[in-house]
């Protein structure tokens, strides 16, 4: 059995667009859960999405806990051997306190890979394959998130060419999530039932494409 | 020491973000090895393409996807396999590049363009020019433009050159023209200014054998003995894909120029030998001579070769007809049971379509 990581923030969690983080869809609604489904038995598949989670920043508000880099290690540690770690994060990164311009962010995930190339937490002590998942660009009307998000949507436009970059230099796979799916207009930038469904099925098709030796 | 890992990020490679040909002129090893797998197996998955070249999944990833976005490589439909996983098969895009290849024989030039996987977009034949005449260029050049402008404005600059294939042979030279070897000297640079794209200049036989390495009956292959039977007749041999181009090439007067000069002391007309498509009529005695002449020499020559290499495949090129090809390497394998002959693929002048073969392989293939 392979298993799989899915590293998120509130859109890996499964956050109902126009909810609070206690609105979650099931199990089986949630892209992490679809992806499951679609995978089959043999895929283990780990949901870890915290809601706020940024890629490398400590958060003055919601605190230190939604910093993706600290919580990253103990997390692959915890779950390691792993053959796959999805990471989809950097529309937190992108909230007015921390004013990172897009490069920034991609270099967050960056620091991401590195963490997990030096720890290696696949099989046999092996670093394992990551794919670098762009999250799909706000809309224009966030609504009551304007103030947190103010000036974010622009940047999140760019978000999918910084990490194509980044995932290229560094050699680990890549997906514009935005080619498949859309923000759900109720808040502007988290995902509708029918996204995670859209998302969970073409996300087990990109991790069937990886190639995986058969006789492993 | 600044710590590397974060250093501003360099890719290895990132496609362009504006639609088309990349302009990076000069292709990565890992990713001339991938293209140079995808020109000899058509529906590879990407394990398929990591197993076969030592290259990480993640490293394939990057390259596959750069390629992709070029323009360069196409994904097939899903294919459900017998166990494990559906796998997503990779080709060639056919559009993705463009070549244009010339021939210059004794008795007329071809002028083709082929698509990425070797499917002929546009051919035409012009007429060597009268020994009188000073020069045949503007016609020439005016047919080269024109194989270049078959393709749409939009796919020119996916033309990745112009191969010109060069008669070396010096009996097949005497057959020109005064002054036309001087001529030949100069088009290279008359071509480059007049199109204003790069040309690859081979010796045409070696050419015909990249082209049915490349395109035609020889891909599967990787040690056989080429043969091409043209005015006359000329081998080269390779082994392990590899061409051998030596300076010491022999050919043989068991070429259609021998038929030829059979027939005319017959009734039969000659010209239709020289026709690339379509079928000989019956020529009777003349004919069968001939084909027993070059079949004795062919088996001559594999006999030669066989005291040094263990070779046994043969592939017959030329640009007479495929079913003339097939009743020669029929006689040959009759004559010698231990051959395994195949006639060539290429119909269409397989010396212009080897010649527009190596653009490819000087850009995107590992050499």
Same mark, same amino acid.
């Given at each position: 059995?392979?298993?799989?990581?899915?590293?998120?923030?509130?859109?890996?969690?499964?956050?109902?667009?126009?909810?609070?983080?206690? #609105?979650?869809?099931?199990? /089986?609604?949630? $892209?992490?859960? =679809?992806?499951?489904? *679609?995978?089959?038995?043999?895929?283990? +598949?780990? *949901?870890?999405?915290?809601?706020?989670?940024?890629? =490398?920043?400590? #958060?003055?508000? /919601?605190?230190?806990?939604?910093?993706?880099?600290?919580?990253?290690?103990?997390?692959?540690?915890?779950?390691?051997?792993? #053959?796959?770690?999805?990471?989809?994060?950097?529309?937190?990164?992108?909230?007015?306190?921390?004013?990172?311009?897009?490069? *920034? +962010?991609?270099?967050?995930?960056?620091?991401?890979?590195? #963490?997990? @190339?030096?720890?290696?937490?696949?099989?046999?002590?092996?670093?394992?394959?990551?794919?670098? =998942?762009?999250?799909?660009?706000?809309?224009?009307?966030? @609504? *009551? $998130?304007?103030?947190i998000f103010s000036g974010a949507q622009e940047k999140s436009h760019k978000l999918a060419l910084e990490f194509e970059i980044i995932a290229d230099s560094l050699e680990v796979h890549f997906f514009d999530a935005g080619s498949v799916i859309k923000s759900d207009p109720a808040d502007g930038f988290h995902l509708s039932r029918e996204a995670h469904h859209t998302l969970g099925v073409v996300m087990a098709r990109e991790v069937l494409a990886i190639g995986w030796d058969e006789n492993v | 020491m600044p710590d590397m890992r974060f250093a501003p990020p360099n890719p290895i490679r990132i496609a362009d973000r504006s639609p088309g040909m990349n302009a990076v002129s000069v292709r990565s090893y890992n990713e001339r090895l991938v293209l140079s797998l995808l020109l000899q197996n058509e529906g590879l998955s990407r394990m398929e393409i990591g197993q076969r070249t030592g290259l990480s999944a993640q490293t394939v990833s990057v390259l596959v996807r750069s390629m992709e976005q070029e323009g360069l490589v196409s994904k097939g439909e899903a294919q459900k396999g017998r166990i494990g996983p559906p796998t997503i098969p990779l080709s060639l895009n056919p559009q993705g590049a463009f070549s244009v290849g010339i021939s210059l024989g004794h008795h007329q030039t071809d002028v083709v363009l082929i698509d990425f996987v070797g499917t002929v977009r546009f051919h035409t034949t012009i007429e060597n020019p009268h020994p009188d005449e000073n020069t045949n260029h503007s016609d020439f050049l005016t047919t080269v433009q024109a194989a270049v402008d078959a393709l749409p404005k939009s796919n020119r600059e996916r033309i990745a050159g112009i191969g010109l294939a060069l008669p070396e042979d010096h009996h097949?030279?005497?057959?020109?023209?005064?002054?036309?070897?001087?001529?030949? &000297?100069? !088009?290279? &640079?008359?071509?480059?200014?007049?199109?204003?794209?790069?040309?690859?200049? %081979?010796?045409?036989?070696?050419?015909?054998?990249?082209?049915?390495?490349?395109?035609?009956?020889?891909?599967? !292959?990787?040690?056989?003995?080429?043969?091409?039977?043209?005015?006359?007749?000329?081998?080269? !041999?390779?082994?392990?894909? %590899?061409?051998?181009?030596? %300076?010491?090439?022999?050919?043989?007067?068991?070429?259609?120029l021998n038929l030829q000069n059979r027939l005319e002391g017959t009734d039969n007309p000659t010209a239709p030998i020289w026709n690339q498509v379509g079928s000989w009529p019956d020529l009777g005695h003349a004919e069968i001579e001939w084909r027993k002449e070059c079949v004795d020499q062919l088996n001559q020559s594999l006999e030669a070769l066989s005291q040094f290499v263990p070779v046994t495949t043969v592939v017959l090129s030329s640009q007479a007809p495929k079913g003339i090809c097939k009743q020669v390497i029929g006689e040959l394998m009759n004559l010698n049971p231990n051959v395994t002959a195949l006639a060539g693929d290429l119909e269409i002048s397989p010396k212009a379509i080897g010649a527009a073969s190596l653009p490819f392989s000087s850009k995107f293939t590992v050499q």
């Open positions: 059995m392979r298993s799989i990581l899915c590293f998120g923030d509130s859109n890996t969690h499964g956050q109902m667009p126009g909810g609070t983080p206690l #609105d979650r869809f099931g199990p /089986e609604e949630r $892209w992490p859960g =679809v992806m499951r489904r *679609e995978l089959g038995e043999n895929w283990y +598949v780990i *949901e870890e999405g915290l809601s706020g989670r940024t890629t =490398v920043y400590d #958060d003055p508000i /919601e605190g230190d806990i939604k910093n993706g880099r600290r919580y990253l290690r103990p997390c692959l540690m915890s779950h390691a051997p792993i #053959d796959l770690t999805i990471i989809m994060l950097g529309t937190n990164d992108l909230k007015r306190r921390f004013q990172q311009p897009p490069s *920034e +962010v991609a270099m967050g995930i960056g620091c991401l890979i590195h #963490d997990i @190339k030096e720890l290696a937490p696949g099989p046999i002590g092996n670093i394992p394959e990551i794919l670098i =998942v762009a999250p799909p660009p706000m809309l224009d009307d966030i @609504k *009551e $998130w304007e103030s | 097949e030279l005497e057959l020109v023209p005064n002054g036309t070897i001087e001529r030949y &000297e100069s !088009l290279r &640079e008359e071509i480059e200014s007049a199109i204003g794209i790069e040309v690859y200049v %081979q010796n045409d036989i070696t050419a015909a054998a990249a082209g049915e390495s490349m395109f035609g009956a020889a891909k599967p !292959l990787t040690d056989y003995l080429f043969f091409y039977l043209g005015a006359r007749l000329h081998n080269r !041999l390779v082994l392990n894909h %590899q061409i051998f181009n030596g %300076q010491m090439r022999r050919s043989y007067d068991v070429g259609l």
